[in-house]
């Protein structure tokens, strides 16, 4: 199958010093694609440069047959992103943020389907985000990301924060939303969603691939996530070691 995001050799750096090195990656459309490794191995530096919000420093980055590896509005305009929960203002409404990126809440309602009830936000359309909890914070910063009905979405660790009721539903109706067409890369911390929820993955260490996580392997993690668990961490501690 063509890939619809499609990354050779990428780097991406931070005050000069690089920080991805050399990535090759390959999303098919309609899949979930997971990226793990350690704190600082560069899963958020990668998911911003190619979400537009940061330049590469080389490779080529072709989505959907086009090469966007200098065109950053092009990247950002291609995917929808949920800014960091911390950074959403605190002086405006659930409702306003929303409707600030997304137009009329009823249309945002039509493109956020299972989302909507997965994160509850319907409690907090007239909460101050001011006044909000981490959990709701981020709650609305996902929304925000499917908000303007992007096909293609980028989201950094989604379940950080959340209580276990609302990280069960939003990988549920994510999933749902993959099964549906949905192209989904996602940062993550917990190889059990990994192992259930994702299609295929990496595992970033130092900025370098440690390891592609096929589909073939991702179907046998699931069957035994605890085995896959044991042998991920195995390797996550090898990859990290000084
Ligand atoms: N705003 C920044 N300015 C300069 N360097 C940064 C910045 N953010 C991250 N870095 C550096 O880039 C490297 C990769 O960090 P990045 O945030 O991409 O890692 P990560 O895998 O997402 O980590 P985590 O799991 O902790 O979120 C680290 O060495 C980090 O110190």
Redesign the pocket.
Known sequence: MKPIIDLTAVS?E??G?R??RHVDLRVIEGSWFG?I????????????ALAGRLPFAGGSCRIAGVEMIADRPARAMHFGFSPPADTLPDALRGREVLELVGGNIETIWLRLGPLRGALGLDALLDRWIGDCSAGMRQRIAIGLAFAQGHTRVIL??PFNWLDPVAAFDLRQALRAMVDNGLTLMT?L?DLGTLAVACDAGIM?AS?NVAMALDSRLLVTAAQDPQAFERQTIERLRAASAP
Not at 37 to 48: E, F, I, P, Q, V
């Open positions: 991406v931070r005050t010093e920080v991805v990226l490794g350690a704190n600082g191995s560069g899963k958020t530096s990668l998911l911003r950094d660790e940062a911390h970033l900025g």
